[in-house]
């Protein structure tokens, strides 16, 4: 394994380059949502479940519009290998159709229906009570991030993903400072509670896309070509659909299967704390993997500009299995982090703090350990699925290790053990896992093949 880990001087170099600010950035962005958990679970247990239930919906753009991202990646850092900015725009601009149109149409629906959606994620009156103001605002500040986060992927995807860190850098800094303002009535302001923790969501994301659109328009790096963006013309239309369906139906799927995940807890006897507990270590979950996310962002760019430079299958192989490696040891590492947090500063501290009630703080220690123990498979699918296959041209594929697992066995076995058979809280949360121990082998066999190396910007 260790001769698999050398590659030439400066490469290790270069991918901490490149991972670095993402991962700055998936701390960033991960925070901001942490802040908002923190400061709306001051108010109580059923204020954080409300507000993990709205976000059902959020997470669905969030996670859609990291498949037109991810899409889009493929073709944009194939393109930067080749030195052909004018179809990169031409790829911002049909992804920016892709993006905004689904957002707004998500936006709308919360705003219309924002009961009728949340009573489909839980039964708990109480809670879709607390929350129908929060789903009705927070879904409009998707509008204008997912132009941001397209040009962020861009500018990711063509080896400057500084500009992510510090544009969602801003970002969090305005939401946390109106959160303070808008959740408690500080300054003047009204104490506005969940609904507050909306508006400054909102708020930030406005500044968001301000900043994001004012520096496209000045970058000389990659200077916006206008004519490109609005009329991206069929043939890259047609390569995006080929390579960036895939992905995104990928998404969609995983992140409604992942709401299936909750929408289960939601039903469970025990659902307000089960979501008080899944609000919070769900986001401890995403702050410990932003490493892994960060390395599998690296491989998308490195994996794409390899095969865009035109070098053999083999060079690009063993570049991917050198990356797929050191996913698997950070991984290990992030295991081995959480589990000695767990009583040492988890149980002592950080569940008092939130004030989480014994069912939700046993829960929450499932929760920890669970997602542990398999940190180093996911770490492993993570970059796999998300960055080396996709990377090569082999959405389809990926796509379906990715969600067959999840609806296959994740989902009706949580189901089965959650609702019907009523099992003890560490047996359902294994459940939630359950789709790694598929996903891994399936990638291991899928990558081997070397099928999934494919040039996509010279055979589409």
Same mark, same amino acid.
Request: aromatic letters at 10%; glycine letters at 8%.
């Given at each position: 394994?260790?001769?698999?880990?050398?590659?030439? *001087?400066?490469?290790?170099?270069?991918?901490?380059?490149?991972?670095?600010?993402?991962?700055?950035?998936?701390?960033?962005?991960?925070?901001?949502?942490?802040?908002?958990?923190?400061?709306?679970?001051?108010?109580?247990?059923?204020?954080?479940?409300?507000?993990?239930?709205?976000?059902?919906?959020?997470?669905?753009?969030?996670?859609?519009?990291?498949?037109?991202?991810?899409?889009? &990646?493929?073709?944009?850092?194939?393109?930067?290998?080749?030195?052909?900015? *004018?179809?990169?725009?031409?790829?911002?601009?049909?992804?920016?159709?892709?993006?905004?149109?689904?957002?707004?149409?998500?936006?709308?629906?919360?705003?219309?229906?924002?009961?009728?959606?949340?009573?489909?994620?839980?039964?708990?009156? *109480?809670?879709?009570?607390?929350?129908?103001?929060?789903?009705?605002?927070?879904?409009?500040?998707?509008?204008?991030?997912?132009?941001?986060?397209?040009?962020?992927?861009?500018?990711?995807?063509?080896?400057?993903?500084?500009?992510?860190?510090?544009?969602?850098?801003?970002?969090?800094?305005?939401?946390?400072?109106?959160?303070?303002?808008?959740?408690?009535?500080?300054?003047?302001?009204?104490?506005?509670?969940?609904?507050?923790?909306?508006?400054?969501?909102?708020?930030?994301?406005?500044?968001?896309?301000?900043? &994001?659109?004012?520096?496209?328009?000045?970058?000389?790096?990659?200077?916006?070509?206008?004519?490109?963006?609005?009329? /991206?013309?069929?043939?890259?239309?047609?390569?995006?659909?080929?390579?960036?369906?895939?992905?995104?139906?990928?998404?969609?799927?995983?992140?409604?299967?992942?709401?299936?995940?909750?929408?289960?807890?939601?039903?469970?006897?025990?659902?307000?704390?089960?979501?008080?507990?899944?609000?919070?270590?769900?986001?401890?979950?995403?702050?410990?993997?932003?490493?892994?996310?960060?390395?599998?962002?690296? &491989?998308?760019?490195?994996?794409?500009?390899?095969?865009?430079?035109?070098?053999?299958?083999?060079?690009?192989?063993?570049?991917?299995?050198?990356?797929?490696?050191?996913?698997?040891?950070?991984?290990?590492?992030?295991?081995?982090?959480?589990?000695?947090?767990?009583?040492? %500063?988890?149980?002592?501290?950080?569940?008092?703090?939130?004030?989480?009630?014994?069912?939700?703080?046993?829960?929450?220690?499932?929760?920890?350990?669970?997602?542990?123990? %398999?940190? /180093?498979?996911?770490?492993?699918?993570?970059?796999?699925?998300?960055?080396?296959?996709?990377?090569?041209?082999?959405?389809?594929?990926?796509?379906?290790?990715?969600?067959?697992?999840?609806?296959?066995?994740?989902?009706?076995?949580?189901?089965?053990?959650?609702?019907?058979?009523?099992?003890?809280?560490?047996?359902?949360?294994?459940?939630?896992?359950? *789709?790694?121990?598929?996903?891994?082998?399936?990638?291991?066999?899928?990558?081997?093949?070397?099928?999934?190396?494919?040039?996509?910007?010279?055979?589409?």
């Amino acid at each position: 394994m260790f001769r698999a880990l050398r590659q030439e *001087e400066g490469f290790y170099q270069n991918l901490a380059a490149l991972t670095a600010p993402v991962v700055l950035q998936n701390i960033i962005t991960t925070s901001l949502g942490f802040a908002d958990i923190f400061m709306v679970g001051l108010l109580g247990n059923a204020e954080m479940a409300a507000v993990t239930a709205a976000n059902v919906p959020v997470f669905i753009i969030q996670v859609v519009l990291f498949g037109f991202q991810s899409g889009m &990646a493929v073709l944009v850092s194939q393109y930067w290998g080749r030195g052909d900015t *004018e179809n990169i725009n031409r790829c911002l601009g049909v992804a920016l159709y892709a993006a905004t149109g689904f957002s707004t149409l998500v936006a709308l629906i919360t705003f219309l229906f924002p009961a009728q959606v949340l009573r489909l994620i839980t039964p708990n009156e *109480e809670l879709v009570q607390l929350a129908v103001n929060y789903i009705r605002l927070v879904g409009f500040s998707y509008i204008f991030n997912s132009v941001s986060s397209v040009y962020a992927g861009v500018q990711r995807s063509t080896e400057y993903p500084a500009f992510g860190m510090i544009l969602f850098g801003i970002s969090m800094c305005v939401n946390t400072f109106l959160n303070f303002v808008l959740i408690f009535g500080h300054f003047g302001a009204p104490a506005m509670g969940v609904t507050g923790a909306a508006a400054a969501t909102l708020s930030s994301r406005v500044v968001e896309f301000i900043v &994001a659109l004012a520096f496209a328009f000045r970058s000389k790096r990659l200077p916006l070509r206008l004519w490109c963006i609005l009329l /991206p013309g069929q043939d890259i239309l047609r390569r995006f659909i080929r390579y960036s369906t895939p992905v995104v139906c990928n998404e969609a799927m995983w992140s409604l299967g992942t709401s299936m995940l909750t929408v289960i807890m939601g039903h469970m006897d025990n659902s307000q704390d089960m979501l008080a507990a899944y609000a919070l270590i769900g986001n401890v979950d995403k702050l410990a993997t932003v490493v892994c996310f960060g390395l599998a962002a690296s &491989a998308a760019v490195i994996v794409g500009k390899e095969i865009g430079l035109g070098h053999d299958r083999e060079r690009v192989y063993s570049v991917s299995w050198t990356l797929l490696l050191a996913s698997m040891l950070v991984g290990g590492v992030v295991m081995v982090l959480m589990l000695a947090l767990l009583p040492t %500063f988890f149980q002592p501290v950080l569940f008092p703090l939130f004030q989480l009630t014994p069912g939700a703080a046993e829960a929450a220690a499932c929760l920890t350990v669970i997602y542990a123990v %398999f940190m /180093p498979m996911r770490a492993f699918d993570i970059t796999n699925i998300t960055g080396v296959l996709r990377a090569g041209g082999d959405a389809r594929t990926a796509a379906l290790i990715d969600i067959g697992p999840l609806w296959l066995v994740a989902v009706p076995l949580m189901a089965l053990l959650g609702l019907a058979l009523d099992a003890p809280t560490w047996l359902v949360c294994v459940a939630m896992q359950a *789709e790694n121990i598929c996903k891994c082998p399936l990638g291991l066999l899928r990558f081997h093949s070397k099928r999934w190396i494919n040039d996509v910007t010279r055979t589409a």
